[in-house]
C-alpha cells in the first residue's frame, strides 16, 4: 500500500550500504532496467526535519505520470526481500535535489553506465 505524504526537510547523509542493502540494490536495479523512466535511483541515509534518521530511496525519473507505478514495483521488491511490516520511503528527485544527493553518495542504478 502506497501513502503519499508531503516530504519533510530532508539531508542526504551518505549511501545505505551493507549485505542485505547489496541484495536489494542489486534486486532493484535489474527491475528499473526493465523500464525506461528512472534514470538514477539512489539509497541513502537521510535525517528528517533535523531530527529523524532514516533510509530513503531517491530516484530521478524523465516521466512522472509512472511514479506511483514505480514507487509500488519498489515497494513490492522490498517487502520481498525485508519484513514487509517495515517500509521503504522513497522520494522522486528533481534536478535540485538530484545535486543534493549526489554530493553525499553515488548512484546504485543510472541509466547512461547500465
Known sequence: MLHQLTP???TFLGEQDGPA???LKEALAVLLGLGATVSRAYLARVRYDDKTNGVMLGLVTDDERNSEK???QMGKTFAAL???KTHL???FLDNE???EIRKACTP???RTMA
Do not use: H, L, S
Open 21 to 23: 542493502e547489496q541484495r
Open 70 to 72: 514505480v514507487a509500488g
Open 82 to 84: 525485508f519484513n514487509t
Open 108 to 110: 546504485f542504478y543510472d
Open 97 to 99: 535535489r538530484d545535486a
Open 8 to 10: 519533510p526537510e530532508v
Open 89 to 91: 520511503d522513497i522520494m
